[in-house]
């Protein structure tokens, strides 16, 4: 299995706090990527990484700011939770842009 | 751009029965083609994928998946459904353009019937 870690697994927070969630990978691969997955949505890109400092949007980053000052960590923050915010979030990793990827466990993310 | 279309957010087999889920694709170059498995409060996992050679392409737990160009379809079998198999399913498209990602469908969840 590829090594990614995403924490915490879950978390209950509440709207208007700040909230981050970790992706620490050991594959040393070069892309990262958050998702969020939401019934009827299937899985949609929030933001994503192709090297240490660079960043891109992807469909659905309105509310999220995301952060890679090292290869293995991929940080996504949510800077004022807010109720459409609460999702499953996965990471993932690919060693470029178009090979198959690598997901995490998920984080179960509650704004109350 | 590329897009990817999966037919049935839902679909039920028997136990023994043929699995068949279907995958349809967008996209302007030959593309890359993927099948991920996501069992329960788990990640996704590759079960299969197609980049360039045989349209037939085989995976893990049994499942098969055959790229034709002239449908632009990429649609996952297994000839006899387990309950293990349950569980959702997506279908993704890239290209070898590396400056593209890749595109996820909606996913199809499989249930099976005793």
């Known amino acids: 299995d590829a090594g990614i870690t995403q924490s915490p697994r879950h978390k209950v927070t509440e709207t208007g706090t700040p909230v981050t969630l970790r992706c620490h990978q050991t594959?040393?691969?070069?892309?990262m990527y958050w998702y969020r997955q939401d019934p009827g949505h299937g899985l949609r890109l929030i933001h994503y990484s192709y090297g240490v400092k660079d960043t891109d949007k992807g469909e659905v980053s309105d509310g999220y700011s995301v952060s890679r000052s090292k290869t293995e960590d991929f940080l996504l923050t949510l800077e004022s939770a807010t109720s459409s915010q609460t999702s499953v979030y996965f990471c993932a990793i690919t060693k470029d842009s178009n090979t198959e990827a690598f997901f995490g466990q998920g984080t179960r993310l509650t704004v109350v | 751009a590329q897009s990817v279309t999966q037919l049935g957010s839902h679909v039920s087999v028997s136990e023994g029965a043929l699995v068949l889920l279907r995958c349809n694709y967008s996209s302007s170059v030959p593309p890359y083609l993927f099948w991920y498995v996501q069992y329960p409060n788990q990640g996704l996992q590759l079960l299969l994928k197609y980049t360039t050679g045989a349209t037939l392409v085989k995976g893990i737990n049994g499942f098969e998946a055959e790229f034709k160009k002239s449908e632009t379809s990429f649609h996952l079998t297994k000839p006899s459904a387990h309950m293990s198999d349950a569980a959702e399913y997506f279908c993704a498209v890239t290209n070898p353009n590396r400056d593209d990602k890749i595109i996820f469908g909606k996913g199809t969840r499989l249930h099976i019937l005793p």
């Open positions: 594959e040393n691969h070069r892309y």
